[in-house]
């Protein structure tokens, strides 16, 4: 894929993206960044998985509940392994996790992901629940239950990470915000923080030493 950059302006020494300028906060430590995205996730519970179509190549998403976590930031999933995107994911395993609260906090995960049939992981996560959406189609093996051969588990190994959270009241949020419309000063409202690719490896590492 061709590396070019995008513009549409010439703002000189300005930065031209000052929202972000001026709410990205790179002074925590890897640890303190994963640790905040990891209870921003749990808090949310539910994220939008994408996923692309091997005969279109469009992206397609859709609403999935967090089953549990692996190495501390890898994110894992239930599927009905006959569903369109355990097929997706075979033909390009690449995958975005967003996640986003009523406050307008959000986070948005990339990784590459893995769909996992072996009976050992699957009742790791099983949960009851499971039997309402598979459903039991009476035959004795395909009962929804944790040896239902249809049950499996979509691990999401992290490679990138992005999330915002906010420090101000929705008071002060609004404040910021009404400041801004009047006088042209962008808000400062979010910490928005990035997790690159050797800082996960890096607290994976940690993790696994603890």
Request: overall charge negative; some cysteine.
């Amino acid at each position: 894929m061709s590396g070019e950059q995008f513009s549409n302006a010439e703002t000189g020494s300005k930065a031209a993206d000052p929202y972000k300028e001026k709410n990205y906060q790179n002074d925590l430590s890897v640890k303190d960044k994963v640790e905040g995205l990891i209870e921003f996730i749990e808090g949310c519970k539910f994220g939008m998985m994408t996923t692309r179509q091997a005969q279109t190549g469009l992206l397609v998403s859709r609403c999935m509940a967090l089953a549990g976590k692996d190495h501390g930031i890898d994110l894992i999933f239930h599927t009905n392994t006959e569903s369109g995107k355990t097929d997706e994911l075979h033909n390009d395993p690449h995958i975005n996790i967003a996640f986003i609260n009523s406050s307008g906090e959000w986070a948005s995960i990339s990784g590459e992901a893995s769909v996992l049939t072996d009976r050992e992981t699957v009742k790791k996560y099983y949960s009851r629940a499971l039997k309402a959406w598979i459903g039991d189609l009476g035959d004795g093996k395909h009962d929804g239950g944790p040896e239902d051969p249809r049950v499996g588990i979509i691990q999401v190994k992290t490679v990138t990470a992005t999330y915002a959270v906010s420090h101000r009241s929705a008071v002060g949020r609004g404040a910021q915000i009404a400041k801004g419309v009047i006088t042209g000063d962008t808000p400062d409202v979010n910490r928005v923080r990035e997790i690159h690719k050797e800082e996960i490896a890096e607290y994976k590492r940690l993790s696994t030493a603890q």
